[in-house]
């Protein structure tokens, strides 16, 4: 069997079992990240006047459901039915839901003005098939925009600290949360350890995404220009959800240390967990 066949199993397998607890588990579907993803989106729309999306990884539906009241059309892929069986697919926008590999899939090309693949690429074994399948989905000048992927820089510097030192809560829990995530969805799902690294290939195997070889890549598969972008600090999600001053007050701090930190980029990517880009076809 394929490593690209193993992976797409794992996948299955693991989202199989987490499907029914997906969105109640994972905290991309807090408000603050979907407010923050939602002006992402609006701002691609107004860029691209786009009527048709494609959603690759589509899952429950994170990006659909903040897609329907923007688009009138809307394609999702996603290898695991029980992940499909989930999505809503009513409202105002036309939901069709087609169960394949995002690498496989063959729609009518040059038909979406916008794909996304939203905290999914590093679930592939392999990004380029991928990439392929959004160009060619594609209008041209139409967007292609992946999101909350795992940082290298990021994930490296916290691999770098295992076994060094005690440290603070805030760095600590990202080293068990790299060390022991594993072990934590075998005890709680009873999947493999092994199930889960495969299924989160990108990240546990691959240790993540640097934005130069993805840049390499995309223009291969045909894009003309991407712009990244790097996301939530370290301790972002923390401090919004300590409860130790009012949400917005919060919020507003969040803003102020993101606001310095990317103003310190290149320097400060190593601070940043995830990245995206948005790539132009």
């Known amino acids: ?16 079992r987490l499907a029914a607890e997906y969105e109640s588990s994972e905290p991309h579907f807090r408000a603050e990240n979907v407010a923050k993803v939602t002006r992402r989106f609006v701002r691609l729309v ?7 999306m494609l959603d690759l990884g589509c899952g429950t539906g994170f990006m659909i459901n903040i897609a329907r009241q923007h688009v009138s059309q809307i394609v999702g892929v996603d290898v695991t039915q029980a992940m499909l069986d ?20 063959e729609g009518p090309p040059a038909s979406f003005e916008i794909v996304t693949a939203y905290s999914f690429l590093h679930h592939l074994a392999d990004v380029m098939p991928t990439f392929r399948t959004a160009s060619r989905a594609l209008v041209s000048g139409g967007k292609f925009y992946a999101d909350l992927e795992p940082n290298w ?3 490296s510097g916290i691999r770098g600290l295992v076994g060094h030192g005690a440290y603070h809560p805030l760095v600590q829990r990202e080293i068990d949360a790299l060390t022991a995530k594993d072990e934590e969805v075998q005890a709680r799902f009873g999947i493999d ?14 240790g993540g ?7 390499e890549q995309l223009q291969e598969a045909g894009f003309s220009s991407v712009v990244f972008h790097f996301e939530w600090f370290l301790g972002e999600g923390f401090l919004i959800n300590s409860g130790t001053a009012s ?3 919060l919020l507003k701090e969040a803003e102020s240390v993101n606001a310095a930190l990317q103003r310190a980029l290149p320097l400060s990517k190593v601070l940043f967990k995830y990245m995206g880009f948005v790539a132009t076809k």
């Open 193 to 206: 350890r092994e199930v889960f690294n495969q299924a989160e290939y990108g990240k546990d195997i691959a």
């Open 86 to 105: 989930r999505v809503d697919t009513t409202g105002p926008a036309a939901i069709e839901l087609v169960r394949q590999d995002s690498g496989a899939y």
């Open 153 to 155: 820089h990021f994930w």
């Open 247 to 249: 949400r917005d007050e």
């Open 1 to 16: 069997m394929s490593l690209t066949q193993r992976v797409i199993d794992a996948n299955i397998a693991l989202h199989s």
């Open 209 to 215: 995404f640097k934005e130069e070889s993805v840049a």
């Open 46 to 52: 107004s860029d691209t006047g786009a009527k048709r």
